[in-house]
């Protein structure tokens, strides 16, 4: 690697943010070199890894964390995370430091945001505006889809996210569950609607059709659902130079507030530096926090690209509450991929002065292990062991929910002294969520109910601790004024004009959907302000 | 020439213009017709068909982006890149101003209007079979059923020695047989037009039998099955063990038809091609003529297989084993091949092996891609997926080679894949090494004129 230290473009990440970026500049002939803090993992290995897995719901034991660079662990916990607040279980999230990304695991939702999801202020009064609008944003939308190739609704669904062109593929059908759910709901007041999703409805890009392993979440074992390691692949063959295990820990910024440099540490734990023209920070919303906080100098005594002081604050996820229930009927998930359906009524209106939009999704994960783990509870042996464990698999019904949450910002994440084995800090997060959101999911709490009462619901459970769902945002957040945010319209940090912010850390509003198609819309208009900037336009 | 036979060798299927063959047994199949003077729309429409039995756009268009015909298609050879030419009536790019008995030379002898030899990646030495009612169904369909497209299309240029088109006179004078078709009156009607289906038009023998060091196909074993690159052609003699002798004629046709028989065989590579461009909208009765004839080719069989390629293999039961052992790891070498197995293959087939019910995906025992004492095809599907197109249905495998964005497995991985395939679910006397591996990923075995090409390059530019 010691040949080529310095690049056009210095990718720090490689997430499907990151991979994006280097992608499509490799493709137009820049030079760039993409950082990597974690190992490569085989497609292959992580599924023998989740078939060798006890417990199947944990979506990140398969990717065992690097050493040097260590992500959240769970099972059992490995305290990477630091949390503190009123609400600190509520930010326990997932994320993957490996070569790939988090999209390794993930529903693959590949939603767009509302047009007012940007305008929150001026519409609502509540939360930020954006510095961009849907309107500016809306052919990325289709260039991310084309990409991350989304499959949706082509029949005309209305989803509230105007567009020009027909998705990519259409939607796959709709599992038993997902079409029982539609056909009751939907006469019954409610809008149910097949998601747009990164996965394969038919061969496209050289990846398979999905053919329902049902185990997206922690790893599609045929890539049929998208994810990051295939730009990684294509950034990769364009000449992408990756280095992996190489742990970024500075950026070094010069007297004309440019960003020259990168350090990092390598897989032995030596210091190594590369410099560059431009700098992609794509490290995801929390890791690239640590980086800009890591590089303070004299004179950027609060870290880079801090002069507003909102860099790590403003944190964002999605709270999320579920019901479990047993339906009078059997639906039989795990049918198909683990979600296909949401409920959309309540993603935008003008309750959304006084209360969180939401989106509602059924679970279609088989649910033979939960349904075993609760008859062996009932203490049934034999004969009554096996017919309490179908029925309860083809019965249990689960919906969870993402409620939006305004950009407070409280709610951030600060350098920890508890440090990792590289003596680099840990994130310190502290996390509380407002009444914004918990009015919201007190109505969240009332439509459970009603869902479950029209499939004659028993065992009604409520899960009313507010989950993470692992949708990092707000950490350096969006803005026109370069007092109160951290990036402008095009993703450029308003304090070093050649370091640019791929990441959903940018987003100035949660809205209800999962984030990772904006992010990508996003990193396609990096990539084009870089291809510009280097004279590399098509 | 070397360049010449492996460029007929990878790109027979796909430019298949042999239609001729098809002509001939048309001539037998159709005699009562052939006296009448058919109408100009009924010649181009003949003519339309006799061209997609030929496969002529396998090559002559460039898939999915090209218009029809007009050629530029790129073909690689161990020699070099062969582009196809615009057939398009167009008279300045195209062969508009080919008089018929221009065009009939072009197909039955290779030589072009302008007097230059055709390399043999055009399949003349079968369309020189063809009817001189089927030549000219064919030609009234190229001048007048297909939009002209102006525009020259990229030339070819081999490097020495096989820039010198002349050298294939002497390819043709020792290999090429002017001979028509000629109806075997002993045999049914349905025998002849299979016999010209398979001989002329389709080109069957342009892949399917063994070729000798000049690349010419070898008289001595029609059929005998041959290497096309990085894929085996299997023997379609009637052989019993080696060849089709185990088929029954509706099993052949619906393979021809579908590139599927469950239990038997899928149609991957080259094949696919063939199923997909062509053989899929042959008529019944000239399906079922194939396979009539087929079924009498004099059996060749292979010394090394004393098995029928479907009948190897069972379930296979290896995932219990394999669960529960292994801990969580960030390895990237497999602990053992059952592994790599359940990883990349099992999702889909299934973890014994035979696939699903409905066999969109295919088990893997009884399956000829994994019963051949010739492996080539397995590694061949594992490297490069199966991608088919039948009655608007696709079937689709990902391949793990280089450029996969499912998975790339290494020569070593894919070897010790295939071996473990081979013993659980196909022929356990197939051998696969990391080396095979290899050369099927470079395109299969360079035959010796590419060898020696080499050689002869090397010493033109010392001189």
Redesign the interface.
């Known amino acids: 690697m010691s040949e080529n230290r310095s690049a056009d473009i210095v990718v720090i990440g490689s997430g499907v943010a990151g991979a994006l970026v280097a992608s499509e500049l490799a493709q137009a002939g820049a030079s760039v070199l993409m950082l990597e803090a974690g190992?490569?993992?085989?497609?292959?290995?992580i599924?023998?890894?989740y078939?060798?897995?006890a417990n199947k719901d944990d979506n990140q034991?398969?990717y065992?964390a690097?050493t040097l660079a260590p992500h959240p662990e769970y099972g059992p916990d490995n305290n990477y995370l630091v949390l503190k607040g009123p609400d600190a279980s509520s930010y326990s999230s997932q994320y993957l430091r490996v070569v790939g990304g988090t999209t390794w695991h993930w529903a693959a939702s590949a939603w767009r945001y509302l047009p007012n999801d940007f305008r929150m202020q001026s519409v609502y009064g509540v939360g930020r505006d954006w510095a961009i609008a849907y309107d500016d944003l809306e052919p990325y939308y289709y260039r991310a889809e084309v990409e991350l190739g989304v499959s949706g609704p082509n029949d005309g669904t209305d989803l509230g996210s105007p567009r020009k062109q027909a998705y990519p593929m259409d939607h796959l059908p709709l599992s038993y569950i997902d079409q029982r759910f539609s056909d009751v709901l939907n006469v019954n007041g409610y809008k149910l609607v097949s998601e747009p999703v990164a996965r394969n409805s038919?061969?496209y890009?050289?990846?398979?059709?999905c053919?329902g392993?049902n185990n997206c979440m922690p790893i599609c074992?045929?890539?049929a659902m998208y994810s990051g390691i295939?730009h990684v692949?294509?950034a990769e063959?364009a000449g992408t130079q990756l280095i992996a295990n190489a742990v970024v820990y500075r950026l070094e910024v010069d007297a004309h507030d440019k960003i020259v440099a990168a350090l990092y540490f390598d897989a032995n734990g030596n210091s190594q530096r590369v410099t560059g023209q431009y700098f992609v920070l794509a490290a995801n919303a929390l890791e690239s926090v640590k980086i800009l906080l890591m590089s303070s100098t004299d004179k950027w005594k609060n870290g880079l690209a801090n002069s507003s002081d909102q860099v790590g604050r403003n944190l964002m996820d999605h709270p999320g509450t579920g019901v479990t229930f047993l339906a009078n009927e059997s639906l039989w998930p795990g049918r198909g991929p683990m979600e296909m359906t949401s409920i959309v009524d309540h993603r935008d209106g003008p309750f959304r002065r006084d209360w969180a939009a939401k989106k509602l999704h059924l679970n279609n994960q088989v649910q033979t292990r939960h349904a075993t783990i609760k008859a062996l509870a009932m203490g049934l042996t034999g004969p009554k062991l096996d017919q309490e464990i179908r029925y309860r698999s083809a019965h249990t019904v689960n919906i969870n929910s993402f409620h939006d949450i305004l950009p407070d910002p409280e709610n951030r994440m600060r350098l920890s002294d508890q440090k990792d084995a590289l003596g680099l800090p840990r994130p310190e997060i502290t996390y509380q969520i407002g009444d914004y959101t918990k009015r919201s999911a007190v109505h969240t709490r009332e439509s459970y109910g009603q869902i479950a009462a029209l499939f004659g619901g028993t065992e009604i459970s409520f899960d009313d601790h507010f989950a993470p769902n692992n949708h990092l945002m707000g950490s350096v957040i969006m803005g026109r004024d370069p007092r109160d945010s951290v990036v402008d319209h095009e993703c450029r940090t308003h304090d070093h004009d050649n370091l640019f912010l791929a990441t959903s850390g940018v987003m100035a509003s949660a809205s209800s959907v999962n984030c990772t198609l904006t992010i990508a819309a996003l990193s396609l208009h990096i990539a084009d302000t870089l291809k510009h900037a280097l004279g590399k336009s098509a | 020439m070397s360049n010449l036979n492996s460029i007929a060798m990878c790109t027979r299927l796909r430019d298949l213009a042999p239609s001729l063959i098809l002509s001939v047994a048309l001539a037998g199949v159709l005699g009562s017709t052939q006296a009448q003077t058919p109408s100009n729309a009924e010649q181009i429409k003949r003519g339309a068909y006799l061209a997609t039995a030929a496969d002529c756009a396998a090559c002559h268009t460039v898939p999915k982006t090209g218009q029809p015909f007009a050629g530029g298609y790129g073909i690689d050879s161990p020699l070099g890149t062969i582009y196809s030419s615009n057939i398009t009536p167009s008279k300045n790019g195209g062969i508009g101003a080919y008089t018929e008995a221009q065009f009939e030379r072009a197909l039955r002898e290779g030589i072009r209007a302008d007097g230059a030899h055709l390399y043999p990646a055009m399949p003349y030495t079968s369309y020189a079979k063809l009817s001189d009612d089927d030549v000219q169904a064919l030609y009234t369909y190229f001048m007048q059923g297909v939009p002209a497209v102006d525009g020259i299309a990229q030339k070819t240029a081999l490097p020495f020695p096989f820039n010198l088109r002349f050298t294939m006179a002497g390819w043709n004078l020792l290999f090429l047989d002017h001979s028509r078709f000629k109806p075997e009156p002993a045999q049914s009607a349905a025998w002849n037009r299979g016999a010209y289906l398979v001989g002329a038009l389709e080109h069957c023998s342009a892949c399917h039998t063994p070729r000798n060091v000049l690349m010419a196909e070898q008289e001595g074993s029609p059929f005998a099955g041959g290497q096309l690159g990085a894929w085996y052609a299997p023997n379609l003699t009637s052989d019993p063990v080696s060849g089709l002798g185990g088929w029954s004629e509706p099993e052949i046709v619906q393979y021809l038809r579908t590139g599927q028989l469950a239990g038997r065989a899928q149609a991957a590579g080259p094949m696919a091609e063939a199923v997909q461009d062509s053989l899929q909208f042959l008529t019944d009765d000239d399906l079922k003529a194939i396979a009539t004839y087929l079924k009498t080719v004099p059996a060749i069989h292979l010394a090394n297989e004393t098995q029928a390629p479907y009948t190897f293999g069972a379930a296979a039961n290896d995932e219990v084993l394999?669960?529960?052992?292994?801990?969580?790891?960030?390895?990237?070498i497999?602990l053992n091949p059952a592994?790599?197995f359940?990883?990349?293959c099992a999702?889909?087939h299934q973890s014994k092996g035979l696939g699903t019910q409905d066999q969109y995906?295919p088990s893997l025992a009884h399956n000829t891609a994994l019963g051949h004492a010739n492996p080539s095809n397995l590694v061949a599907v594992i490297l490069h997926?199966v991608?088919r197109t039948v009655d608007g249905h696709?079937v689709?495998?990902?391949?793990f080679g280089a450029?996969?964005?499912?998975?790339?497995l290494s020569d070593d991985e894919i070897a010790a894949l295939s071996n473990y395939t081979l013993q659980r679910f196909g022929n356990p006397a197939a051998h696969v090494s990391t080396a095979d591996v290899a050369m099927v990923r470079d395109g299969g075995p360079q035959p010796l004129l590419g060898r020696v090409s080499a050689w002869l390059r090397r010493i033109a530019d010392f001189w």
């Open positions: 190992p490569r993992l085989e497609r292959w290995r599924v023998e890894n078939r060798n897995l034991r398969p065992p690097s038919r061969p890009d050289t990846r398979p059709t053919c392993n074992p045929i890539a295939v692949a294509k063959r | 394999l669960r529960g052992t292994a801990p969580i790891s960030d390895s990237t497999p592994e790599l359940s990883a990349n999702s889909c995906y997926g991608n696709t689709f495998m990902p391949g450029d996969s964005l499912v998975t790339s």
